[in-house]
């Protein structure tokens, strides 16, 4: 395994020119490396590639497939992992940036890729106490994470006067005012910030009357004023949802690109999936367990697709959700437990883990299940 640290944008664009790679045009390299400010002007330092590195493969390494991206979150900034096959067979290479800073870690296998990825997560197997599922339209989502916002804006305020939450209503002027602020440059603590990261596009106020109207037909929001100026109130689902992610950092977009598949963990007291599927947004809350199960399945699909070499055109196995509890809420409906024989459990051939059927590589080292 070679690691690297710490190159910058322009060094490490002298260093591909130097070496003869050329760079395609709108890939996630190109972007990093798009000149940014007077500093990008100067000329840069060469990188001091370690005694120990072959400079050549990392350089190499970076024109690799790119297959996946880990994206996680601060309040004000975003590490972006994205994840390439490797030149030698079998292994990969993680390429990190932060602003105008790189790093580049290559050789990797997949078991320790897979280890890596869900640490970053920061899992804890805590249960949501709402155990609530909210499947949204892409305009009812907009709306709802705007809701979302405001209630725990509302919140915050009430702990910082140390007075009770006041009444939570709203109009549309305040759903307005979430998504504006969710735009360039947004705080990534605020769920209309991640919704837009989890879409890879701005939110703007397209679409949120309907998504309104979406929302009291689901019964998440209730009309408490007619007429022009409608004033909604939040279902108890809604604002048990703002309390459970009260603290959502952190987060973490997993992006797989060759299972054309999103979703986003957040993990505060209570581990809650953001799925994007074909008709919208999935929210829903989870175990720690559950959720480091779906990252670890999801890593473990992408790189066996890529290990594999499947061509673009072919259809590979459904991606795993995160596995539901019974008894789950979905808004005011709950869905009745269901009976069901328990799975077989089987070992991991390395360390003796039982192991739920279906997962690739085992949920305490790592190591791949055999087929």
């Known amino acids: ?22 760079v395609p045009d709108g ?29 050549e493969n990392c350089l190499a390494a970076l024109s690799g497939e790119p297959i996946g991206r880990v994206r996680t979150f601060a309040a004000d900034a975003v590490e972006d992992r994205h994840i390439l096959r490797d030149v030698e067979p079998g292994r990969f290479s993680l390429f990190s940036t932060v602003g105008d800073r790189a790093s580049l870690v290559s050789g990797i296998t997949g078991p320790e890729l897979v280890v890596t990825l869900v640490g970053l997560a920061g899992l804890a197997d805590g ?36 007075v009770g939450l ?58 408490v004023k007619a007429g022009r100026s409608r004033l909604f109130r939040p279902s ?6 703002a309390l459970d992610l009260l603290i959502p950092l952190p987060a973490m977009l997993l992006v797989a690109d060759n299972l054309s598949y999103r979703a986003m963990l957040l993990s505060g007291g209570t581990p809650w999936v953001m799925r994007r ?28 697709v890529a290990d ?41 051939p390395a360390c003796g883990t039982k192991i739920k059927p279906g997962h690739l590589f085992c949920t305490e080292c790592g190591a791949r299940m055999s087929a």
Request: aromatic share 6%.
């Open 308 to 348: 594999a070499d499947i061509a673009p055109n072919a259809a590979p196995s459904p991606v795993p959700e995160a596995s539901p509890k019974p008894g789950r809420m979905s808004g005011k409906h709950s869905t009745p437990p269901r009976k069901a024989n328990p799975p077989t459990a089987s070992q991991c």
């Open 1 to 22: 395994m070679a690691v690297f640290a710490s190159m910058s944008a322009p060094q490490l664009a002298a260093e591909l020119s130097g070496a003869g790679i050329a």
């Open 127 to 162: 249960v949501s106490a709402s155990a609530a599922k909210f499947d949204l339209t892409a305009d009812a989502a907009s709306a709802f994470f705007a809701a979302l916002d405001h209630v725990r804006l509302l919140t915050f305020a009430s702990l910082v006067e140390r």
């Open 166 to 223: 006041r009444s939570a209503t709203f109009d549309m002027a305040d759903l307005e005012a979430q998504l504006d602020a969710a735009g360039d440059g947004a705080d990534n603590r605020w769920f209309c910030a991640l919704h837009s990261h989890l879409l890879d596009k701005p939110i703007g106020r397209k679409g949120l009357k309907a998504g309104c109207e979406s929302l009291v037909e689901q019964g998440y929001l209730h009309v």
């Open 236 to 241: 108890d689902a809604l604002v048990g949802a």
């Open 277 to 304: 599927h074909e008709d919208g947004i999935l929210l829903e809350s989870t175990s720690g367990r559950d959720a480091g199960n779906l990252v670890f399945n999801v890593i473990g699909r992408m790189l066996e």
């Open 27 to 55: 890939g996630f390299l190109s972007r990093f490396l798009a000149p940014r400010g007077p500093k990008a002007r100067k000329k840069p330092e060469p990188i001091v590639w370690p005694e120990n590195l072959d400079a």
